[in-house]
């Protein structure tokens, strides 16, 4: 496919505005019309689009061409929407911008061009590391409830000393791509990202987050509570368009909204600068309403609609105008967001000094993959017996985080939720509103049938309980093994069979009548936070992954309460028994290698294999176990999470899960458990291996005790060689050696996004065993054979 960076120049535009300049001026403001052939205004009092014609030499040999829209609807401007740029290949354009934070407008009007199908338009869409869009359809979005007539999409983007923005348009195979225009407008640093650590609270966690400017955001709502709409033009200078909540508000009770204050002044602070939104955000409200025994008795909530598997960061701006309001306990709330609560007696007086002072407070919800929606809901907090039990909100904005790999991308709605014919735009408000009548009518008739049905179920379930649960393990591929025959292989629990223990309970070594071989019986303390349902749901998950390198699970038994897990029993131990510590032989460095291919396997089978993602959160040598081929298996998998995850509501202490020495210091940070964590620990696994001591070793001097940060100074200052286990010296190959050191390095990276995939570092190992195994031919045989050596 045709890959061409072009370099777009642009000179800078200040914003000409008629009357009062804004607050803010930004230092670059690029606005490119794509397909036009002559630079133009548009109607937003007349800003300067740059033309992205054909003529230009830069697309000569491209196969991107522009294209005239054949209708304008009503409510779409000519600039930019009539003309786009269609690209049947890659196509990178490349903006030359001072480094820091800048908004990255696209704008898209998916109608008809001649000779095209939008409907067949797919694409991605990548800002320097970031995928903004992933096999995009701009016509499914447009066209999906309430249909819009055209896209704008806004990221935040922060470039760094490369002083680039590369802006890639990717079509699907044997599709096409296209923008209509491109909008690059830089605004204050720290504004959103890279604030100070200890302003963003994590819902429903005590630990703040850390938004640094290594994520990329993408706005998904900015509303003006209780206001009207307020155009980019009327901005504080970044061009951020608000929009009304009407559409938002969650059922009947709309609270009301505060009358205008002619005489209000908004007096922006150090820690709410003048640009952070215009005054008309804060001149208007919405509160919950006069009647203290009504408000006690709602909640005033919004309900957008998000994409679910994000972290979202939530920013509510505050400020109380009302000439009544001036002093603290007067108007106190509580804030949920999600159902959790994020802040309990939010005073705005209190928390800004005074009225008529703005001010906005920074969450962060992480929105699982089984939600579609964000709350955001006010009660009155009545505790402090505040004078008025009432709540108030200005404005409100919701931005969606990229992920551990620098991704926003989200899958398209789905056709058949795509209701194309449906012209007039139904309001999401009323929609809302429609349906939860419907619901309680509903509810009214169905709740007794159902409570009749549970009855009846749950007199019948329990006579066959037992029976249910073995159904919901997928068939033949687990078995359920009787109580009887674990006490009978444990001796009834004997402490002289246990081969390993752990926080989660025992795990016993023994024979199973009717298994051919050994096994390894866990067996989870009932005292364990682990309920019922989560065995249940770890044994369904464990069940389906069937893996060379993943150690499996055999059986189960959940009789007279015991919750016990069977699985095949390694008889080589631990890769940790055959490291350090020990008297048994060392291990030769092809099969160290090859134990560490068959682990990397096993974990990217996990991160992508699998039938969910999930992140294993403990990788370690004493978890990477050996059969009798000594074929790598990666164990204590059971307890791992999938997709990103947050651990909820479990103290500090045990809160972070994962072994001291291994721990990815970014998870320990974010508090964001992502696969590029296990990516970490992996190559902390990696130096184990290679230098034969401990992850931490508290008996070394203090820069040596963390394998990692003293491994990465021997890189550093090329001496890693002097740490590498003396069995091994002058037994690897320098290449080998090199490629293994860069390998392990890589997958230390501080930043998660810059760590490799797991699939890149098996795919680097794999090169350095062909590395060693090229010199051992050319050169003599250095390596020594082991047992059975050329197994994986
Ligand atoms: C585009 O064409 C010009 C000559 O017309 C050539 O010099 C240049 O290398 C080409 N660029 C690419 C990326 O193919
Ligand atoms: C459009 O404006 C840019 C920037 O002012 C200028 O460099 C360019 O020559 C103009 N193009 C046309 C076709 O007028
Ligand atoms: C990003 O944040 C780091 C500190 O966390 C800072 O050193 C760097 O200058 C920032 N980059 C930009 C381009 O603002
Ligand atoms: C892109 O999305 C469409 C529709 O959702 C789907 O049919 C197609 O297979 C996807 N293509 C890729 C490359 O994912
Ligand atoms: C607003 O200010 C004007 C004078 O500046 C004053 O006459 C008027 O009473 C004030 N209105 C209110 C509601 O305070
Ligand atoms: C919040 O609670 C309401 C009512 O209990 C429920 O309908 C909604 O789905 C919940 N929202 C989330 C995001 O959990
Ligand atoms: C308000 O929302 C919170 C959080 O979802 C919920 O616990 C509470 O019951 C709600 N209160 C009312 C009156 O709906």
Redesign the pocket.
């Given at each position: 496919m045709l890959f061409l960076i072009i370099i777009v120049f642009l000179s800078l535009f200040s914003s000409a505005s008629t009357t009062s300049s804004p607050p803010y001026t930004p230092t670059d403001y690029i606005l490119l019309n794509s397909g036009a052939s002559s630079n133009t205004t548009s109607d937003d009092e007349g800003r300067h689009w740059v033309a992205d014609a054909d003529g230009d030499d830069r697309y000569s040999n491209t196969s991107s061409f522009s294209s005239i829209a054949s209708y304008l609807e009503p409510s779409v401007t000519e600039v930019p929407y009539m003309t786009a740029r269609i690209f049947h290949g890659d196509f990178t354009y490349k903006f030359p911008v001072s480094?820091?934070p800048k908004f990255l407008r696209l704008y898209f009007y998916p109608n008809q061009y001649p000779g095209l199908d939008m409907t067949a338009s797919f694409f991605s869409v990548t800002a320097n590391k970031y995928t903004l869009l992933s096999n995009f359809s701009a016509y499914l979005v447009s066209s999906a409830s309430p249909p819009q007539a055209f896209i704008v999409k806004e990221f935040v983007i922060?470039?760094?000393t490369e002083q680039m923005l590369h802006v890639t348009f990717a079509p699907s195979p044997n599709s096409f791509a296209f923008i209509n225009g491109i909008e690059i407008v830089s605004m204050p640093?720290n504004l959103y990202t890279?604030q100070t650590y200890g302003s963003i609270l994590l819902v429903d966690t005590n630990y703040f987050f850390e938004l640094?400017?290594t994520t990329a955001l993408e706005t998904a709502y900015r509303v003006n509570v209780g206001g009207r709409d307020i155009l980019n033009v009327d901005d504080s200078g970044m061009f951020r368009t608000w929009s009304q909540d009407g559409d938002y508000i969650f059922g009947a009770a709309f609270g009301v909204t505060p009358p205008y204050q002619p005489n209000t002044t908004i007096k922006y602070t150090e820690a709410t600068p003048v640009y952070t939104a215009p005054e008309v955000l804060y001149e208007t409200a919405r509160t919950m309403g006069p009647i203290a025994s009504i408000n006690l008795n709602y909640n005033l909530t919004w309900v957008f609609t998000v994409d679910p598997g994000f972290y979202y960061l939530v920013r509510l701006h505050f400020c109380e105008t009302e000439t009544f309001l001036q002093y603290i306990n007067q108007r106190v709330f509580n804030i949920f967001i999600n159902n959790h609560t994020a802040v309990k007696g939010m005073d705005v007086i209190g928390v800004s000094g005074g009225n008529g002072i703005p001010v906005y407070k920074d969450y962060v919800v992480w929105v699982p993959q089984s939600v579609n929606d964000l709350w955001v809901a006010l009660h009155p907090q009545t505790r402090e017996k505040p004078q008025f039990y009432d709540a108030i909100l200005n404005g409100l904005e919701i931005f969606k985080l990229s992920n551990w790999d620098g991704s926003l991308a989200a899958p398209n709605p789905r056709p058949e939720t795509v209701r194309s014919t449906q012209k007039h735009s139904e309001k999401k408000g009323k929609f809302l509103k429609q349906k939860s009548v419907i619901v309680g009518a509903t509810l009214s008739i169905i709740v007794p049938m159902v409570l009749i049905f549970v009855f009846w179920l749950r007199k019948h379930l329990l006579r066959t309980t037992e029976a249910l649960n073995r159904r919901k393990v997928s068939p033949s591929l687990c078995k359920h093994i009787s109580l009887a025959d674990i006490l009978t292989a444990t001796n009834n629990f004997d402490d002289a069979l246990i081969v390993g223990r752990g926080g989660f309970g025992n795990v016993y070594r023994g024979r199973i009548p009717g298994i051919q071989h050994e096994v390894a019986i866990k067996r989870l303390n009932s005292k364990s936070h682990q309920g019922e349902n989560e065995f249940w749901a770890e044994i369904e998950m464990l069940s389906q992954l069937r893996y060379i390198n993943l150690v499996s699970l055999i059986g189960y038994c959940n009789e007279n309460n015991e919750m016990i897990l069977v699985y095949g029993y390694m008889v080589n131990g631990t890769l940790r028994d055959h490291l350090y510590n020990n008297d048994s032989i060392p291990l030769p460095w092809k099969q160290r290698l090859r134990i560490c291919i068959g682990t990397a396997r096993g974990l990217e089978y996990l991160h992508s294999g699998a039938v969910q993602r999930i992140i294993h959160r403990d990788v370690k040598t004493t978890n990477i176990l050996l059969d009798e081929a000594w074929v790598a298996k990666v164990s204590d998998f059971g307890l791992s999470k999938t997709g990103p995850v947050l651990m909820e509501n479990v103290p500090i202490t045990t809160m972070v899960k994962g072994t001291f020495g291994y721990m990815d210091p970014e998870y320990y940070r974010r508090l964001q458990l992502t696969e590029k964590s296990d990516v970490y620990s992996f190559g902390v696994v990696l130096f184990e291996v290679l230098c034969a001591r401990p992850a931490v070793d508290t008996r070394l001097k203090e820069d040596q005790i963390g394998l990692a940060g003293w491994a990465l100074k021997c890189v550093e200052n090329e001496t890693i060689e002097q740490i590498v286990d003396p069995y091994l010296q002058g037994k690897i190959a320098a290449e080998c050696l090199r490629v293994y050191v860069e390998i392990a390095k890589n997958c230390l990276h501080d930043a998660g996004v810059e760590r490799p995939k797991m699939r890149d570092v098996l795919r680097m190992l794999e090169f350095a065993l062909q590395l060693q195994e090229t010199a051992e031919t050319k050169h003599t045989v250095i390596d020594r054979p082991h047992a059975i050596d050329d197994v994986v």
């Open positions: 480094p820091g922060t470039v760094g640093a890279g640094e400017n």
